[in-house]
Structure formats: structure tokens, C-alpha cells
T-cell receptor, first 116, second 114 residues
């Protein structure tokens, strides 16, 4: 299957700082990327959907000014957690889909963010 | 709106026994249905998906699932559990148009007893 690489796999940052997570599709053009958040022992909650070259569409309750998403190219999307706080600590997972109907979404390996 | 309910947050079976993970969905339109597996601190791997062809879908690692519209179910089965099957399993639903956003169930942790 296609490969989606997420970096870093884990990060620790101080409260009040910002952290950027990258999601790259290595062998296909990802016209649509999704960002999820997963709390311990819970399911994945969709945060936002981004299409290359467009503004991301955020799910209800997700602060777009706090979770900045950029999808500037067909192989890269970034999620920046701004002014991070301990409650932002979570497992963040991206997925990417190529253009077309019924195309599979491939998932990155996730990033564990710990805010101290 | 779409939703998924996975019955049982934790299922434990013996090695070699039948695995049955239950999933019921709600959708106002014909759905796509998926089963994913997640190992600790990793992303999700697709096991299988239903997209309106055969109702019995075969996936990787010996898993299969049957789409039953009358029961709004998409239960995951494997005839004989292996120790390596121990993981978290997620059922998901999406619509067939647009972004095809996935809506996930709560997940079921599968434990395999030796």
C-alpha cells in the first residue's frame, strides 16, 4: 500500500510554545488530507479536512486559530499546535487520500505530543 | 449524520478460537464501511472495506466481515485467533461522495490468551 509518513513520531514541548507536525505522502499525490486526534484508550476524532491549495475545513468545536493546518503541496500537510497547553497533549494522526472516488485513505504512524 | 457503535470495548479470546468483533452503523445514505487495526503508538492499517460489491468482504491476515443491511451490521470475524492479532480494532463508516470523511467507532481492544 501507499506510504504516509508523519514526523515527528513524538515531541515534548513547553506550555505556551508552538509545535509543528508534518504529514507527507511518499508515493502518491494526496489531494485530501485529514487530521485526527486520539486521547488514550479512545477513538479517533476528526479535527479537520484539508484539500491541496485550499483552506482546511474544521470540525465543530475545533479551534482553527489554535490548530493551524497548511496543505500547500500535493505531498505535504502540516498541523501546527499554537500556544500549546497540557490539555493539548494527545496522539495526532494524519491520513491522506489521492484524487478520485473510492480511493483509500492511508494513515501516518501518528505523533504523540506531550505538553509540559 | 453517520455513526458507528462497537459492542464491547474489550474482547478476550484464546489462541486458535474464533474472533468476533461487533459493529453496527447508522447512515442515512448507503455507506462505505471499514475495519482498521491499530497497534500501540502506531497509525491505522486497513483490514478490509465494503464499498457495495460483495457483502462478504475478505481482508488481510485472515479477517473477513459481512455487510448486513437489514441488521445495519458489519461484524469482523477470524476463524482462528493468533497471538499477533492482539491490537485495537476500529470500525468506521463514510459516505460515498465528497471528502468521504471517516467516522470511527469507539474501538475494541482484542486480547489473545495463550
Amino acid at each position: 500500500g501507499a506510504v504516509v509518513s508523519q514526523h515527528p513520531s513524538w515531541v515534548i514541548c513547553k506550555s505556551g510554545t508552538s509545535v509543528k507536525i508534518e504529514c507527507r505522502s511518499l508515493d502518491f499525490q494526496a489531494t485530501t488530507m485529514f487530521w485526527y486526534r486520539q486521547f488514550p484508550k479512545q477513538s479517533l476524532m476528526l479535527m479537520a479536512t484539508s484539500n491541496e491549495g485550499s483552506k482546511a475545513t474544521y470540525e465543530q468545536g475545533v479551534e482553527k486559530d489554535k490548530f493551524l493546518i497548511n496543505h500547500a503541496s500535493l505531498t505535504l500537510s502540516t498541523l501546527t499546535v499554537t500556544s500549546a497547553h497540557p490539555e493539548d497533549s494527545s496522539f495526532y494522526i494524519c491520513s491522506a487520500r489521492a484524487h478520485g472516488p473510492n480511493t483509500e485513505a492511508f494513515f501516518g504512524q501518528g505523533t504523540r505530543l506531550t505538553v509540559v | 449524520a453517520q455513526s458507528v457503535t462497537q459492542l464491547g470495548s474489550h474482547v478476550s479470546v484464546s489462541e486458535g478460537a474464533l474472533v468476533l468483533l461487533r459493529c453496527n452503523y447508522s447512515s442515512s445514505v448507503p455507506p462505505y464501511l471499514f475495519w482498521y487495526v491499530q497497534y500501540p503508538n502506531q497509525g491505522l492499517q486497513l483490514l478490509l472495506k465494503y464499498t457495495s460489491a460483495a457483502t462478504l468482504v475478505k481482508g488481510i491476515n485472515g479477517f473477513e466481515a459481512e455487510f448486513k443491511k437489514s441488521e445495519t451490521s458489519f461484524h469482523l470475524t477470524k476463524p482462528s485467533a493468533h497471538m499477533s492479532d492482539a491490537a485495537e480494532y476500529f470500525c468506521a463508516v463514510s459516505d460515498r461522495g465528497g471528502a468521504q470523511k471517516l467516522v470511527f467507532g469507539q474501538g475494541t481492544r482484542l486480547t489473545i490468551n495463550p
